[in-house]
């Protein structure tokens, strides 16, 4: 929550400050001609979820990570209120998943093994990808210069390249039994059953679902878009059939600028 929180404060200053910039003059506004073409950048602030990525579907407890998303986006007015739009990405999608799970520790108070619960972790450092977002928006007007804005789409997502790890961490007053012969680290007290690699078998193509809420600003030909986007994957990161289940899904700070053509 605390992520979460400095997180939106970021994005507000850095929205309202971008909005400041704009000229301050009040020339009443009417509709546009209509259609027009709107093109420019997008940029996101991402906290990413990786829920499943411990394998066999399991969801455990994701610890949502912060990620970017940088491209170029495209609209075109099909009325005064209503609009299609699309956007390429490039997007940085880390994560970490955490889940209990039962294991044999050696206790220093006593030679016979503990059945307890530990905790074991996937760290994801990297994932990254590149989307194509199609949406249809409605923008109903609320001030001279500003709109509201709500919208709802789906994406494609081509995978690029990821790594992850799995370790186990065990408690300072146990050491865990590791008949395997697994590496350890921090002193014996983590168990690591994957050391950090490429992530295997990555789909290449993959999609879901994406909506949005926000504001429109307009100033002449000029638009600066901030909004809250949802993007929910439909597809898993993998084709490993243990990690069946692994998705990843993303609350994006987003800010596009557009201008008219």
């Known amino acids: ?22 000229p ?3 020339i009443s506004l009417g509709d546009p001609p209509m259609p027009r073409w709107h093109v420019g950048p997008t940029g996101a602030l991402l906290l990413n979820s990786h829920p499943g990525a411990n394998g066999a579907g399991n969801p455990g407890e ?7 998303a940088l491209g170029i986006g495209a609209g075109y007015d099909l009325a005064s209120e ?3 739009g699309g956007r ?14 039962e294991s044999f520790i050696i206790l220093p ?10 905790t074991t972790t996937t760290d994801i450092p990297q994932c990254r990808a590149v989307d194509l977002a ?7 007007r609320l001030l001279n210069r500003l709109s509201g804005m709500v919208a709802v789409g789906a994406f494609l997502r081509s995978a690029l390249e990821g790594t992850y790890s799995q370790f186990i961490d065990f408690p300072d007053e146990g050491k865990p039994i590791n008949p395997a012969g697994l590496p350890t680290d921090h002193n014996g007290q983590r168990l690591i059953l994957k050391p950090y690699q490429e992530i295997s078998d990555l789909n290449k193509v993959g999609g879901g679902v994406t909506g949005g809420i926000g504001v429109q600003y307009r100033y002449g030909s000029t638009r600066i878009i901030p909004a809250i986007w949802y993007d929910h994957s439909l597809t898993n990161v993998t084709s490993r059939p243990e990690e069946e289940g692994w998705r990843v899904h ?9 201008m008219e053509l």
Not at 109 to 118: G, I, N, R, T
Not at 134 to 140: G, I, V
Not at 250 to 258: I, N, P, W
């Open 24 to 26: 301050s003059g009040d």
């Open 134 to 140: 199609l949406s249809a928006a409605f923008k109903p």
């Open 1 to 22: 929550m605390n992520t979460f929180l400095r997180l939106l404060s970021v994005w507000i200053a850095a929205t309202a400050a971008a909005i400041a910039q704009a």
């Open 109 to 118: 108070s006593s030679v016979e093994p503990h059945l307890l619960v530990v």
């Open 250 to 258: 993303s609350l994006a700070f987003r800010v596009d600028v557009r």
């Open 88 to 101: 390429l990405e490039y997007r940085s999608m880390p994560g970490r998943v955490v889940y209990p799970v």
């Open 82 to 84: 209503f609009e299609i």
């Open 62 to 68: 994701p610890e949502q990570r912060m990620g970017f």
